[in-house]
């Protein structure tokens, strides 16, 4: 767990989503949803996509202390999206 919340704090995107589900679902560490949110927020910022996925369906569904609020899920599942596709246009 002190691996992944120091390579966190560096400001790795996937070391920032491991943090948010050890914390989510209180793997290691206590579970403290508004500390999961923190740490998806900062991961999706940096356009991790399985960051940006989390959000959007905990927009949808109102999880994570958050209301639901579906103009902000869709505009986490396109930033997601978005990412994918640039994705493929690199590899094709």
Do not use: E, M, P
């Given at each position: 767990f002190s691996e992944y919340k120091q390579a966190a704090q560096a400001d790795k995107p996937d070391a920032q989503y491991s943090l948010a589900v050890a914390y989510e679902y209180g793997m290691g560490v206590s579970k403290n949803e508004a500390l999961a949110l923190q740490w998806y927020q900062k991961s999706a910022k940096q356009n991790y996509v399985n960051a940006q996925s989390r959000l959007g369906l905990a927009?949808?569904?109102?999880?994570?202390?958050?209301?639901?609020?579906?103009?902000?899920?869709?505009?986490?599942?396109?930033?997601?999206?978005?990412?994918?596709?640039?994705?493929?246009d690199i590899v094709s």
């Open positions: 927009y949808s569904k109102g999880q994570l202390g958050l209301k639901a609020n579906i103009h902000a899920s869709d505009a986490w599942f396109t930033g997601s999206l978005f990412v994918w596709v640039r994705i493929a």
